[in-house]
C-alpha cells in the first residue's frame, strides 16, 4: 500500500506536469501543503521566469487556513531552490512560512542547489525527509538531470517505418506513414524538446517544416547536421554550451544510425505503420508491378545490418534493381513499453537510468 508521504508526492508529480511546455529549460515541479491529511495548498512551475512551485502552493492557501501552516508538511517533487535566480529562493521563503516539516523528492542536480536547499531548512530547525518516490521524481525531469550531469542534451530519436522496416524511397520524397493521431504524438515531443535535428540529406529530400502544426508548443529549434562539418560529440558539447538542454533527432535513417551506433541517446520512439505502405510504395514504383503478386505472398528480405540504404536484390524480385529502400534502423533491444494508435503501434525505448 502507498504511505501518506507517497500518495502526496504522487500528486506533486501530477501537478508538476502541467509545466511540460512552459517551465524549461527550468525543471517541473510540484508542491503540496498538507495538515491532518487535508491538502491546504497546492501549486506547480507554470513557466520559466515565474513563480516556483512552492510560492504558488504557499499562495493559494486560503486565510483561515494560514494559521495550519506551523503544523504542516510541504511536499514538494524536487528540492526547494537555495539561489537567486529570477526569483528568491523557495527555502527562506519555506523557513519565513514556518512549516513543520518537509517532504523532498529528489535533490536538485543544478551546481548551484544540489544540497543546500535541504541545508538550509535542516538548519531552521525543519524536519526534513528526502527521497520520496525519487526515480519517479528523478525520471519526471530526466532532460533537466541529463543537461546538467552528463553535460549534454538529452537525446530523443523518433521515427515512422512501416511495419516490414521501411521508411522511404531513396530520392522519392517523404513517405507518408503517420496518421493523424500518431502525428499529434509525434508534434508533442517537437513541443517538448529545444531543438530537432535532421541530416542534410533529409532536409534536402524531404524539406520538412519540422515545426507543431498538431499540438499547441513552441517550435523547436531547427538544426541541420552535416557529419562532414562536425561530429554529432562536437555538436552535442556546442549544442550544451548553447544550453540546448533537449534534442529529438527526427533522421533520416543514416543520422540515427550514427547516433545509435555512439550509444548517444535516451530514448527512442518507434513508430510502426501498416505494412502494406511497403506494397503501397513499391507497386508505385512501374518497374515492380511484375513482382507485385509475388510480395503479397512473401515479404522482401531487407538488410540485416544497420545499414541506412538496400538495394532490393534484383534477383528476389526478379527485376533490375533501379530503386533503393530507405530501411529503418534495426534495433536489438526490446521497448520499455508500447501503445497502439489506431492502426499504429509506438514502442518505447529507453537508456535513461
Ligand atoms: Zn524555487
Known sequence: MMSADELYMHRCLQLALNGEIGAPPNPMVGAVIVCDDRIIGEGFHARCGEAHAEVNAFASVSKADERLLSQSTLYVSLEPCAHYGKTPPCADLVIRKGVRRVVVGCIDPFAKVQGRGIQMLRDAGIDVTVGVLEQECRWLNRKFFTFHTHHRPYITLKWAQTADGVMGELGGGPLLISNPATLRHSHHLRATNNAILVGWRTNVNDSPSLTTRHYSGPNPRRIVYD??????????????????????????????????????????????????????????????????????????????????????????????????????????????WQETIGTHRILHYYNYK
Request: net charge negative; aromatic share 4%.
Open 227 to 336: 557529419s562532414h562539418a562536425e561530429t554529432i560529440p562536437q555538436l552535442l558539447s556546442r549544442l550544451y554550451s548553447e544550453g540546448v538542454q533537449s534534442l529529438l533527432v527526427e533522421g533520416g535513417a543514416a543520422t540515427h544510425s550514427q547516433f545509435l551506433d555512439l550509444g548517444l541517446w535516451d530514448e527512442i520512439h518507434q513508430e510502426l505503420g501498416m505494412p502494406r505502405h511497403r506494397e503501397k510504395l513499391l507497386l508505385s514504383n512501374a518497374l515492380f508491378e511484375r513482382a507485385a503478386h509475388r510480395l503479397s505472398a512473401k515479404p522482401v528480405p531487407i538488410s540485416k545490418s544497420c545499414e541506412s540504404e538496400a538495394a532490393i536484390k534484383s534477383e528476389e524480385l526478379g527485376v533490375k534493381p533501379q530503386t533503393k529502400i530507405i530501411c529503418a534502423p534495426k534495433l536489438d533491444l526490446l521497448p520499455s
